[in-house]
């Protein structure tokens, strides 16, 4: 007689064993960090069927493939510079040159002179000039964020944008597919409604069955006109607004751009667009963007884009670099902060070449469990000087990095996985000194406000608590 559950018994093993030993080998070839390896090797061959079929949902980074296809991982495909271009970059200054120096060869766009950059330190303030720049636009308005909330201040987006496609202008929005769900009803539904093209980045859906938690566009960018763009850490939404308290209920940074740089930010837009299932954007020729009749301020600066597909790690190795290049200061505010190894090496060798390095952190930020690990690894930094804040309330959602006064980075990208690993990112860094000043004036008066920790707070928590950070900080890859 057939023994059927020798038979079942035998498939099931065979499978197991192929899924298991292809996934963990898959993992080993192309996870970069051995610990990860190490760690998808180990479900995949020891939780059978359930490890591998995690690895194969979550595991494998499917992204990088999909825009070679759209031929997007190049943008200097799109964007056309003229083979005679030349950056000039003798009025840097020694400091200068040396930060432009470590971009040039990481990223392969070039520094570009002459941009005006505007901070604004309140959501009114930011919102009410975006609306402004909308209400005027002749030609186009790209408009991309991670968060568009169907609030007042969403409402009041969706009615500028409608009333501009209305004179003729020409409208594109594009929100992430995980993002537009923190808001009912859901912001691409209120805007298809109201006639504007919309697209959403990665968005769930069951058939055919797609669902990305990680891999978001955290991107924030308005573009205008193709000449004055908007971005930082804002998103669309009241939490920015100060309520009858004189609080918001999360404090960040935006900022206003013109000059040659909008023209690097256009086709990041662009091949996000695409990828997402929208048609081509003609874009504005590179080499009319670079003249002197287009120079509008004395900042220079340069886009980086960051994500899981070409661009993977490239603002992390310029952010580590830059800190090892420091002479003098480093200024890092940051709502989460979860550094690698690199990183914490480059912190510490900083502070030991006698580099002040000051970091502000929200007292309370809104994922607990991020703040748990953090304090996991504080002890590392904080032993060999480096000067951790706390920020009190409101949550602060601000991301700024300024290093010996003259070079700065502004964007999207936290200091976490998340953000250096996961998520598509976008960064401006600038290098001007009177920029640079302004900005270490607000890190200043912000710093004034925040308590300093230590590590006789550290060492103060509870074993529990001690516990309950360090098991946090297992998952920090995800968090």
Not at 6 to 18: E, F, R
Not at 71 to 81: G, N, R
Not at 169 to 176: Q, S, Y
Request: aromatic fraction near 10%; glycine fraction near 6%.
């Amino acid at each position: 007689m057939f023994d059927w559950s020798t038979l079942i018994i035998t498939l099931g093993t065979g499978t197991w064993l192929v899924l298991g030993i292809g996934t963990a080998g898959h993992a080993l070839l192309y996870k970069r960090e051995p610990s990860t390896a190490l760690g998808w090797s180990l479900v995949c061959l020891l939780a059978p069927y359930f490890g591998a079929l995690a690895y194969l949902a979550i595991g494998i980074n499917r992204i990088e493939r999909r825009a070679q296809r759209f031929d997007l991982v190049s943008d200097e495909k799109l964007q056309k510079i003229p083979k005679d271009f030349k950056v000039q970059t003798s009025e840097l200054g020694a400091s200068g040159k040396l930060f432009v120096s470590i971009s040039d060869r990481i990223i392969k766009r070039p520094i570009l002179q002459g941009n005006h950059i505007a901070p604004f330190f309140t959501g009114e303030t930011v919102f009410d000039s975006m609306l402004r720049d909308i209400q005027i636009a002749k030609s186009s308005i790209l408009l991309m964020t991670y968060i568009f909330r169907t609030d007042d201040i969403g409402r009041r987006f969706v009615k500028a944008l409608t009333e501009a496609k209305k004179r003729g202008v020409e409208v594109k929005v594009l929100i992430d597919g995980i993002g537009e769900r923190y808001t009912w009803p859901l912001p691409s539904d209120v805007l298809r409604t109201a006639g504007i093209d919309v697209c959403t980045f990665l968005s769930p859906r069951l058939f055919p069955p797609s669902f990305h938690l990680n891999l978001r566009n955290h991107r924030k960018l308005l573009i205008v006109d193709g000449s004055v763009a908007f971005t930082g850490g804002m998103n669309l939404g009241n939490q920015h607004l100060v309520d009858s308290s004189g609080n918001a209920l999360t404090s960040d940074m935006h900022f206003r751009l013109t000059g040659p740089i909008v023209s690097q930010l256009t086709p990041v837009f662009s091949a996000d667009w695409r990828f997402a299932g929208g048609d081509y954007i003609k874009l504005i020729d590179y080499g009319n963007k670079v003249g002197l009749k287009d120079l509008t301020g004395d900042s220079w600066a340069r886009v980086i884009t960051d994500g899981p597909d070409d661009d993977l790690g490239k603002l992390a190795l310029v952010i580590n670099t830059a800190i090892s290049a420091a002479k003098d200061s480093i200024r890092i505010l940051t709502p989460y902060f979860l550094p690698n190894r690199e990183m914490i090496a480059a912190l510490k060798s900083a502070a030991l070449r006698g580099v002040e390095v000051e970091i502000i952190l929200p007292e309370k930020s809104n994922l607990r469990v991020v703040d748990w690990a953090t304090k996991n690894l504080l002890w590392e930094i904080l032993k060999w000087n480096v000067k951790v804040f706390y920020q009190p309330a409101p949550f602060a959602h601000t991301k700024l990095l300024i290093v010996d006064g003259s070079y700065v980075q502004i964007g999207s990208a936290n200091l976490d996985p998340r953000s250096l690993r996961l998520n598509f990112e976008l960064v401006v860094e600038i290098v001007d000194k009177t920029f640079a000043i302004d900005l270490e004036k607000h890190f200043k008066k912000i710093l004034n406000s925040s308590r300093q920790t230590n590590l006789r707070e550290l060492d103060a928590r509870s074993i529990f608590v001690r516990l309950r950070d360090s098991l946090a900080w297992l998952f920090s890859p995800y968090l």
